[in-house]
């Protein structure tokens, strides 16, 4: 009789994102040629996948030294109103398209990005530009936990404990000047841990952004560890954004350039697939995405699907920033 025994990092049948849904979202990356970029991946990598074990979730760098900084006392007025997921979903089902296309792409991947030393420039509209390394300004900030929900736009859902800080501190550290409107972040670029970079047809790095106001707003979180230890790479280490009322894509990972700007940003989503994804993003159950309905999220790993809520149902925190923009697309 054949057993097979599935690897430890395999995913349970009831967390994989329903097929149909993977296979619209592939139909943009398809286009941008994003799925030659993974064939890419998988084709000099192969071996490696095949040897490497998937990093452990939880494991950052080997020598981090921020590790002593967790766990963070976690901040009680952001409750999730659902249960916190498992540590090995969160951890192994992931979407980072630097590391290929698939939900387990970057627990097996992400290991090879060095993220020490990892600098971060403020660029634009600063006062002054300047570059920080990650510990230092990890060890300058209010560090807090907070269990967020998250929401993709592929309408899969989840909560986690996050530790981090405002944005809004982040913002006060570069002393934007004041004609800045909006925060640009771009991810890291790097060909040889990322052979879908290689790519140049997709616009590479990965960037994302938001007005002053939705990056000063308290909900906007600068992502550093979970479930009290430092981030793993898989989820963005050493630095990730989420912003809990918009769609996953607007919450960029791996960051390296922080750059203030009058203009509002083009950003990958935009570039790739300027009909299906724009600049706000926010979860609207009420405006189905172009190939798809908004109206019901699937919790992962509780083979639950519920209706979607309006902002992600952080509307009372971020409603007013979006009053007078009616007439704008604010899903998109
Ligand atoms: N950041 C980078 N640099 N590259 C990416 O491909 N994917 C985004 C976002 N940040 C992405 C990224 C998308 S589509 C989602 S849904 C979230 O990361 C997923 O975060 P998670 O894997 O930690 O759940």
């Not at 659902?82 to 590391?99: C, G, H, K, T």
């Not at 002054?128 to 998250?150: G, I, N, S």
């Not at 960051?255 to 570039?271: E, G, K, L, S």
């Amino acid at each position: 009789m054949l057993i097979k025994i599935k690897p430890s990092w395999e995913l349970p049948e009831r967390i994989v994102t329903p097929e149909h849904l993977v296979m619209n979202r592939r139909g943009v990356l398809k286009t941008a040629g994003m799925l030659a970029a993974a064939g890419a991946l998988a084709g000099c990598d192969q071996s490696k996948v095949a040897e490497t074990p998937p990093a452990a979730p939880g494991a950052a760098s080997d020598a981090d030294p921020t590790a002593s900084l967790y766990p963070v006392k976690r901040n009680e007025a952001y409750q999730a109103g659902r249960e916190i997921a498992p540590e090995e979903i969160v951890s192994r089902y992931n979407n980072y398209y630097e590391f290929g296309v698939d939900k387990g792409d970057p627990a097996l991947n992400a290991h090879r990005l060095p993220i020490r030393p990892w600098e971060i420039s403020f660029e634009g509209l600063v006062e002054k530009p300047f570059k920080t390394d990650f510990d230092t300004l990890v060890k300058a900030m209010p560090l807090e936990e907070r269990v967020y929900r998250h929401r993709c736009v592929e309408t899969w859902a989840f909560a986690a404990p996050w530790s981090g800080f405002p944005m809004k501190a982040l913002v006060d550290y570069a002393k934007p000047q004041s004609g800045a409107k909006y925060v640009v972040m771009k991810s890291w670029m790097n060909t040889d841990v990322s052979p879908a970079q290689t790519q140049v047809w997709v616009p590479w790095p990965y960037t994302e952004g938001l007005t002053i106001e939705e990056a000063t707003n308290e909900l906007a979180f600068m992502v550093t560890g979970a479930y009290g230890k430092p981030l793993p790479k898989q989820n963005g280490a050493p630095l990730r954004l989420h912003t809990p009322w918009k769609y996953g894509f607007k919450s960029a990972k791996g960051i390296q350039r922080i750059i203030f700007t009058d203009q509002r940003p083009q950003t990958y989503w935009m570039a790739l697939g300027p009909t299906e994804y724009g600049f706000w993003a926010n979860v609207n159950p009420q405006v189905p995405h172009p190939r798809w309905s908004q109206a019901s999220e699937e919790v992962l790993g509780t083979g639950q699907r519920v209706p979607t809520q309006l902002y992600n149902g952080y509307g009372e925190q971020v409603a007013s920033l979006y009053a007078n923009l009616a007439s704008e697309r604010l899903f998109m």
